[in-house]
Every structure is written in structure tokens, then in C-alpha cells.
């Protein structure tokens, strides 16, 4: 089987988050819902795109690069499920990739040193290529999410996150770097809800897809 034999759309997947599932700003802590398909920023990103793109959605609430989560569970690992995930889609041109907002909790005690790190590692699971692996290793885009903004129902879940947060754009440009990957620093065109300080607000989901969109033309045209 040839990469291309039977599909020429460009497929990519889009690895992230509460934010790339969708997750509305929340206001209380027993209330979560998702915006619909075609107002998330992935919906958003396939409507710019047109036909010749296959936008897939991995987004996940409370994933982390590459921690098990203490508290929801160790399936909010980012990394255990990255190259099952790959292989599932493959062949793959490009992999997108956000995390690193829920490692930000203290309960990870992380330093932006080791969400730089968690994130690294991340990419090099793409850059691996298995045998059984069919077509090329796709290109990445590592996105740094936007900083977190003025905590209110998720307060205690981030609780002086905030500062660390602001440090992510520059740490993640510089993994990327490093790494080969192309980059976008969602803080220069999006922010943080001011209902919860985390999540994306219905405008900045549009104002994401659409920055998103003006990369991966660039990347795969």
C-alpha cells in the first residue's frame, strides 16, 4: 500500500485537551458542557481548510504530557496514549499538538523546565518511526496554550498556576526549536475565559482554528 493510494487529503491530528475537546468555560464546578462540532477550534480549522483536509479530534479533559493523574486517573497521560493514538490514524501528515495547561496543577508540582520536558518527549514519539508504521513521520506543530487568566470555579485546581503559566510560550518555542517542530503561541492571537480562567471562550475557539489554519497551509499546502 502506497502513502496516498486511495485518499489525497492531508490528514491531521489534533492532540490536546479540555480546549481541544471543546470544554466551555465552566462557572461551577458540577457543570461541564462542549461546544459543537463545528465551533470548536478543530471545527473551526476543518471549515477553513475545505475538502482536502481530514481534521482528526484527540482532545481528552485533564491531559498532561506525560503525568499520571493522581486524581482522575493515569489515562490522562499523554504520553501512554500518543502511539497507539498515531498508529490508529496513520498514515498521518501532520500532528498537532496543545498540552501542557494541566500540568500547570500543583498537585504535579511541576517547574516549566518539566512541562518543556513532558512536551519534548511527546515529539519524540512522533519523530520514532515504527515498522509497522505506513507512510511518512508527519510533520508537527506544537501549540502553547494560551496563559491561564483570572481563576474563579477552577481556583483550587490551579491554585498560583498563574504566574507559571505565562512562562509556557517561550519554554514550548524553544522545545520546538529543538526539536524540528513548527510552533504557534496561541497567548498572541487567543486568551483564557475570564469565567474560569482556563477555558476558551466561543470567539477565541474561532480566532484559534483560524490562526491554526494559516499555519498548516504554510505546512502542508
Known sequence: MTDKESDDRINILCYGDSNTWGCKPIATLDQMFRYNYDQRWTGV??????????IIEEGLNGRTTVFDDPVIGADRNGKTYLEPC????MPLDLVIIMLGTNDLKPRFSSTVFDIAGGTSALLSVIARRPTEWIGKIPETLLIAPPPLGKLSALADMFEGSAALSEKLGAALRTVALR?????????????SSPVDGVHLELEDHRLLGHAVAQQVRKICP
Open 45 to 54: 480549522l476543518r471549515q477553513e481548510l475545505g475538502a482536502g483536509y481530514t
Open 86 to 89: 498515531l498508529q490508529s490514524h
Open 179 to 191: 526539536c524540528g517542530s513548527h510552533f504557534l503561541n496561541a497567548g498572541d492571537h487567543i486568551k
